[in-house]
């Protein structure tokens, strides 16, 4: 069983249209399906890590409306505690935009809503969760003062830090000194460090730079190429499950709850990288966010598949 995972984060709904193709600006596309999903990258972290068999605590701020409501009840019926989930009364919950094109590719536009309101506050209100975790998983889709705020905490009680910098954007030295993992994709890989990211050789490069930042360690995901793990001892890939994707939407996010999982049981940087793989592929075989996050026993059953 993992130890005890906190998620800092954000909470949104997702609105899906699956479309031939993602449209231009100014271009309407007919097509597809709409379907709504439980989503957001905290949400979708933590869920990811109570089905990858951890015990997780959420904090994240959502409105009082039906998909607050729904949001909560979903976290609940995953086992997550929802303690520090708060209900904003001044702003909606979260909601994203997101078209899936026929390869499985997306495109999202996002309201934050209540998750911009995750106050710096409402972490040290939680610093006893935070303080008793085995692991603290963040975002950034909420305020970066709120993420500071959350990392000192964690800091402070030895606490390991895994921060996923997505949506990219720049980030201090200080705030990196703070993080034991970080897990980027190649394109907040590039924002980070200036590097294009194209394979294992730019990885390499790109993950010396924030190294050398202060992270302690770092995993750069590479879509279906697998995962880059590098720390000052050793560096490799960590190649990739094959599968026919669906929906690549929160792929990312089931990774960094899976990885966040397998770090808890103390398995190995390079382990962890891959029963995050797995959990990954896993979930680009279906539509939506937080439906798509698989189970433990999925995850194991896929690993064993490979290892025959």
């Known amino acids: 069983m993992g130890k ?10 997702d609105m899906i249209i699956k479309v031939p193709r993602i449209p231009k600006p100014g271009e309407t596309v007919l097509g597809g399906e709409f379907s709504t999903a439980a989503g957001g990258k905290g949400a979708n972290q933590a869920v990811a890590a109570a089905r990858a068999g951890g015990r997780v605590t959420f904090i994240a701020r959502v409105g009082e409306d039906v998909f607050g409501e729904q949001a909560v009840k979903g976290f609940k019926a995953d086992g997550i505690d929802v303690e520090y989930v708060l209900r904003d009364r001044l702003a909606p919950s979260g909601v994203a935009l997101i078209y899936v094109d026929a390869l499985g590719e997306n495109s999202i536009a996002v309201a934050s809503g209540a998750n911009a309101h995750l106050s710096p506050a409402d972490v040290r209100a939680a610093e006893k969760a935070i303080a008793s975790a085995d692991i603290l998983l963040m975002q950034l889709e909420t305020p970066m003062a709120t993420v500071h705020a959350a990392a000192e905490i964690a800091s402070a009680h030895g606490v390991t830090l895994i921060l996923n910098p997505a949506p990219a954007q720049p980030l201090t030295n200080e705030l990196l000194r703070h993080i034991s993992f970080l897990i980027p994709n190649e394109s907040e890989a590039e924002l980070l460090t200036g590097i294009t990211v194209a394979g294992a050789q730019d990885a390499q490069v790109a993950a010396d730079i924030l190294l050398n930042r202060g992270v302690g360690n770092v995993v750069i995901t590479l879509g279906a190429a697998g995962a880059y793990v590098a720390n000052k001892d050793f560096s490799r890939m960590i190649p990739a499950f094959k599968v026919n994707p669906v929906d690549t939407t929160a792929a990312g996010d089931v990774f960094n709850g899976a990885f966040a999982v397998a770090i808890s049981e103390q398995m190995p940087i390079e382990t962890a990288a891959r029963f995050a793989n797995a959990a990954a592929a896993l979930s680009v075989t279906k539509l939506g966010a937080q439906p ?12 064993a598949k490979r290892e025959r």
Do not use: C, H, L
């Open 292 to 303: 798509s996050a698989p189970y433990r026993k999925e995850i194991d059953a896929m690993i």
């Open 4 to 13: 005890n995972i906190v998620v800092v984060g954000s909470s949104n709904t």
